[in-house]
């Protein structure tokens, strides 16, 4: 069955330091998605790619965070200057049809920022 | 804002017994509703969709949908202990290319053997 790919699947950085989280969306999906999870609480929308551009971002989604597409396979989130509140679970999804079958996330990317 | 409420719970149930989760909306232009299961640690899995009015029935589970009353449910007959995880209820509404899901808190169910 296909499978979003997310890597690394642990990251620790220092607080200030730029991050790079990359997925790999399932081949024939054209919606991509970033969510994130802190601990115990729900999972946040973040941002929403589509045909090469943000279709839409959250109030989240300032201008410490970024997303690209560098290649046909590759969709990554950059996370410029970090701070402790962005440690979190970091989801990527995509779908083909996210109104009739929804999303397919990945295994996420755990970011603790100390 | 538009929002998804479900009772966090926990819920416990005795295995072999039916579940039953809830969830309401806030965006009555909401059109699909979506039942994913979380595992502690892991990432959510697709269990249900609906988008009409009424019942679907999927194995051992259904979800119900009523639109007037902005209300979504998930139960799960013949629980198993395979069945604890939380369940998170998601919304979205069509939009073209910016179609979203907005999540629910999640209920955390616990099936005791």
């Known amino acids: 069955e296909p499978e979003v790919t997310q890597t690394p699947s642990h990251q620790v950085t220092q607080m200030g330091q730029e991050v790079i989280l990359r997925c790999v969306p399932i081949s024939n999906h054209l919606y991509f998605y970033w969510y994130r999870q802190i601990l115990g609480q729900k999972v946040e929308f973040l941002v929403s790619f589509y045909n090469n551009e943000i279709s839409e971002k959250s109030e989240i989604f300032d201008d410490q965070f970024s997303v690209e597409r560098p290649d046909g396979s590759n969709f990554t989130l950059k996370i410029r200057s970090t701070k402790l509140e962005d440690s979190a679970m970091y989801f990527c999804?995509?779908?083909?049809?996210?109104?009739?079958?929804?999303?397919?996330f990945g295994s996420g990317t755990r970011l603790t920022v100390v | 804002q538009k929002e998804v409420e479900q009772n966090s719970g926990p819920l416990s149930v005795p295995e072999g017994a039916i579940a039953s989760l809830n969830c309401t909306y806030s965006d009555r232009v909401s059109q699909s509703f979506f039942w994913y299961r979380q595992y502690s640690g892991k990432s959510p899995e697709l269990i249900m969709s609906?988008?009409?009015?009424g019942d679907k029935e999927d194995g051992r589970f259904t979800a119900q949908l009523n639109k007037a009353s902005q209300y979504v449910s998930l139960l799960i007959r013949d629980s198993q202990p395979s069945d604890s995880a939380t369940y998170l209820c998601?919304?979205?509404?069509?939009?073209?290319?910016?179609?979203?899901?907005?999540f629910g808190k999640g209920t955390l169910l616990t099936v005791n053997p």
């Open positions: 998601a919304g979205g509404r069509s939009g073209g290319s910016n179609y979203k899901l907005t």
């Open positions: 999804a995509s779908s083909n049809d996210p109104a009739a079958g929804g999303y397919t």
């Open positions: 609906i988008y009409s009015n």
